[in-house]
């Protein structure tokens, strides 16, 4: 059987071949308020944008005789072995408006392409039930804020349900996001609440925590949270340098590089522009995540070359669960981790160990 994954794209009897059929046919499938809710970002959209264009800015030098075989696409990231050095990003609140199987979908999608996935706490799900679904470990994002002790005991409940490691959260207060206040968007009653849901924890919490009308964590009840966590803590939203020594002085394992896809705030900087300082801050060996603007393979070579030891995937991977559900999550894996692979190749690189800053201009 011929292994090449672009003659593949020919051969195949698969609905999709790249990543443009998957973003024409989400289009088709999502009423303008699901497609607003996917890709608003906050404000004029501005970081947004940067998000993706800078990744632009960043051009290859491929050598000429480099003299490479096949790349091995593979890669090793805290226990995990994944098939390419990915995740998938929790997307929360509203996911089952892409389709009603939301992170179970996902996380059998990426289990079948050999990757894993990072599941929000705002699920439509619990995160049991997630677990029980792909039946592989993953790791599980929980929101910073409101009781510690609280946020301790659902990180309990994460550990003992297969989660290997926590991502923290902080998030300051409400977000603007026009497309969706236009549109009066709201998610169905009960819906992100299933961690939260009756015998399981104070259903209270987690709409209070929605509503934002809880205080929100400094710095001491953050690190309180991290020397009690049963798991190691990667914090997401690292932006700069200063942070990421404040989070590995506070106790973190990991870094998270993050905007959140231009969700929170606009004109944050781009997050592929903040890796660089991060990854020099935190220094060789602390294990980095980074996320937002990540929509091909390319893309993923390039933060790897700057210094995560992953990515994560938001919209990419929301496009194919609103085209085609988890047959759809699996293609849009299976076309990043194609692109991935043919963009090694061409960087000369045999594997993801190879990438560096050496492979641009
Ligand atoms: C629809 C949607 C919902 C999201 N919900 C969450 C969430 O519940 N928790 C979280 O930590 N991040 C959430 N995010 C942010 C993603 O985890 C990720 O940081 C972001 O999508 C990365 O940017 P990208 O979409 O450009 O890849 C959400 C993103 C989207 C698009």
Redesign the pocket.
Known sequence: MNTDPIDNRYATGERFTTNLGIWRAAREACTDEVWN???CGTGDEVT?RA??ADFDKWQWKTPLFAGIGRPDTATQFLGHSLSFPAFI???????YMLDAEGHRATGRAARDVGIRQ?V????AHSLEDIATASGVAQMF?V?FVGDVGAVVDMMHRAKAAGYEQI?A?YSPIRQWRERMIEDRTRFAPGKAEANFGPGLSDPAALREQIAFSQPRWGWAEAREAIARAPLPILV?GVMSADEAKQCLDAGAMGLYV??????SIDRQPS?ISALPQVRAAAGPDVPIIF?????RGSDIAAAVALGANAV?????V?FGLAADGEAGVRRVLQILKDEYWTTLGHLGCNSTADLGPHVFI
């Open positions: 809710y996917l890709n947004l998000n993706t990003a929790p997307f929360g609140g509203g996911e990072i929000p706490v705002a699920a994002q929101t991502v959260t997401k993050s905007n959140y896809g231009g969700r997050a996320d937002s603007g990540i929509r994560a995937l938001g919209r990419a929301g």
